[in-house]
């Protein structure tokens, strides 16, 4: 076990420089850990390891982050790595992108099979992979090195249907089908399920805007929110849930997710939107359909993402569970292959 132990954990020395006085610790460790670990540490990461007590300073703890340094000052610390990473670094998943991903290919637009657990766009984080880097590493290995247009996104760990233009002349058509009611976006949902058995299908109307500064995600409206309306189809009531199909009708940040909650039906596994659940291996969230034109040809296209493996083990687990309602499957016509 201590061998183990001091695998993970790194033992930090510096003395202080005569050009590092006056620095603060927090300033000063962010640099050193940096250099040590060959990769830049969050600041809040640093913040928490001297809170916590993990610094000590001419061999005495030091827990104020501000703590200017003097010169010839020891600072040491005992650090394990994997801590110091952001945590959606973290809950990174290793992914390859394969012709098995690509759900469309004309030379025109490609549409990618995202998986979970991969942030769509580069991050600030430069070591960090994306989907866009992948698709781009794609192109260039198949001899077509493009820079692909990307006018829609998904979160890191929602999965499914991402549609690139790799052609230039694709852009206007995908930006004007993105920015209408031209694309029509379906995604799944596992959600929690409410005191009250919902209504086959209804639609949600409440605007959307910013949470403000320090805030994750969004809320339901305020000063600058914008009107948004999701229309959301029960496709099996489950054992203290439901499996939705939700398809907004706007094109606002985290729409379905925080739609889905102001209706009291929050998704499963949603840290923002609802409540964190070891149980899961992620947001059951799944991008399933999108149908759209053509930008060029004008003629109809309809992509759809096959149900992920995780996504469909939670859905047969809670069709198992013996606490499902006896009212049991169908709460609509819909239901489908999932």
């Known amino acids: 076990m201590a061998g183990r132990r001091e695998e993970r954990e790194r033992r930090l020395k ?18 050193w850990l940096g250099s040590e670990l060959g990769e830049q540490v969050p600041m809040a990461r640093v913040r928490a390891l001297v809170s916590a007590g993990g610094v000590r300073v001419n061999g005495d703890v030091a827990r104020a982050p501000g703590r200017p340094l003097r010169r010839g000052e020891h600072v040491q610390a005992i650090v394990e790595p994997q801590r110091l990473q952001a945590r959606a670094r973290v809950l990174d ?15 025109i637009v490609l549409a990618v099979d995202k998986p979970p657990g991969l942030p769509t766009h580069a991050t600030a984080d430069p070591s960090r992979p994306s989907l866009v880097g992948h698709v781009e590493s794609y192109l260039r290995a198949r001899g077509t090195p493009v820079t692909p247009a990307v006018h829609q996104r ?15 002349r694709a852009n206007a058509g995908l930006a004007r089908a993105f920015a209408s009611r031209l694309a029509e976006k379906t995604y799944l949902a596992i959600t929690a399920a409410p005191e009250r058995r919902p209504p086959g299908r209804f639609r949600i109307e409440a605007a959307i805007g910013a949470a403000g500064l320090g805030r994750e995600g969004m809320r339901i409206g ?4 914008q009107a948004a309306e999701t229309d959301v189809l029960v496709r099996e009531v ?3 849930a439901l499996l939705v199909a ?12 925080a739609h889905l ?7 499963l596994g949603d840290a923002v939107y609802g409540r964190p659940r070891a149980d899961l291996p992620r947001l059951m969230l799944h991008a399933w359909r999108l149908a759209l ?39 609509s016509s819909g239901r489908g292959p999932p």
């Not at 998943?93 to 030379?107: C, Q």
């Not at 305020?222 to 929110?225: D, E, H, S, T």
């Not at 909650?261 to 998704?267: E, K, M, S, T």
């Open 261 to 267: 909650a102001h209706a009291g039906v929050p998704i």
């Open 293 to 331: 034109p053509h930008p060029i040809t004008g003629k109809p296209m309809r992509i759809e993402s096959p149900i992920p493996a995780d996504f469909a083990d939670v859905l047969a687990a809670l069709r198992a569970s013996p606490r499902r309602s006896s009212r049991g499957r169908g709460a």
């Open 238 to 240: 489950l054992a203290g």
């Open 222 to 225: 305020g000063k600058g929110a």
């Open 14 to 31: 510096r003395r202080v420089a005569a050009a590092e006085t006056g620095q603060r610790l927090v300033d000063a460790l962010q640099g």
């Open 246 to 257: 939700a398809r907004p009708r706007s094109g606002r940040r985290h729409q379905v997710r």
């Open 93 to 107: 998943r290793r992914f390859t992108l394969s012709a098995d991903h690509i759900l469309f290919d004309d030379g």
């Open 154 to 168: 998904l979160d890191r760990d929602t999965s499914g249907v991402v549609l690139f233009g790799i052609d230039a």
